[in-house]
C-alpha cells in the first residue's frame, strides 16, 4: 500500500511538472494551423502507432464532433488508423513503413493538414527496428503534395520536431506522461477550436 501511495504522489509531481512545461505559443500556432484548415475548407488527417493510433481516433472524433457549432462549417477530420482491412492489405503489400503514406495518396490535397502523434517523434529503435518511420514518410509526403504538418511527440520531440512546421512537444521521458498528455492536448485544442469557431 505504502508503495503504491509513493507512485500515486511521484506521478502527480511529475504532472504538475509537465503542465509548466509545455510550450503554450507552440499550442497557440498548432490551434491556429488547425483553424486555417477549417476556415479554408481543408481536410486533417491524423495517425500514430500502438496508444498514440488511438489518440489519432479520439482526436479525429473530437475535431468532427465536439467542434462542431450549429449553423458553422464542420472540420473534415479523419484518423488513418480505422480501416483493419485497408490496414493490414497496405502492411501486406507495401510493408508497415507506407502505411500512413500509401493512405495518404488517395485523399491528401494541397492545403490539407497532416497530424502525426508519437511518443518519441520517430527516433529510437526495438526488436522491430527503428520507430514510427511510416509516420516520418507520411510527412514528407504531406510535404511534398503542399500540405501542412503538425507533430505531437516527447521526450525531446525526435526527428519529427525537425520535420513538421509546429511541434507540440512534451518534454518528459515517461511514455504514460506523454501519452496522457496528448490527449489532454488534444481536449484543449478542440476546445479553443470550438471557441474560435463561436467567433468566426
Not at 511529475?14 to 498548432?30: G, N, P, W, Y
Request: aromatic share 8%; proline share 1%.
Amino acid at each position: 500500500m505504502v508503495e503504491s501511495r509513493e507512485l500515486i504522489e511521484t506521478y502527480f509531481a511529475e504532472m504538475k511538472t509537465i503542465v509548466d512545461l509545455i510550450s503554450r505559443e507552440t499550442l497557440d500556432r498548432a490551434i491556429e494551423l488547425l483553424f486555417g484548415a477549417w476556415k479554408g475548407g481543408n481536410q486533417v488527417f491524423i495517425c500514430g502507432n500502438g496508444g498514440s493510433a488511438s489518440t489519432a481516433s479520439h482526436f479525429a472524433c473530437d475535431l468532427s464532433k465536439a467542434t462542431s457549432v450549429d449553423g458553422k462549417r464542420r472540420f473534415k477530420a479523419t484518423s488513418l488508423n480505422e480501416n483493419a482491412a485497408l490496414l493490414t492489405a497496405l502492411v501486406n503489400d507495401n510493408g508497415f513503413a507506407n502505411l500512413f503514406s500509401e493512405q495518404l495518396r488517395n485523399s491528401f490535397q494541397k492545403g490539407d493538414i497532416l497530424v502525426c502523434i508519437s511518443v518519441h517523434g520517430g527516433s529510437g529503435r526495438d526488436k522491430a527496428e527503428s520507430w514510427s518511420q511510416n509516420l516520418l514518410k507520411a510527412i514528407q509526403l504531406a510535404k511534398d503534395t503542399g500540405g501542412r504538418t503538425i507533430g505531437f511527440s516527447g521526450f525531446d520531440g525526435g526527428v519529427m520536431k525537425e520535420m513538421v512546421d509546429v511541434c507540440v512537444v512534451v518534454p518528459f521521458n515517461s511514455t504514460p506522461q506523454v501519452e496522457s498528455f496528448h490527449l489532454a492536448i488534444e481536449h484543449l485544442i478542440c476546445l479553443c477550436l470550438k471557441h474560435k469557431i463561436e467567433r468566426a
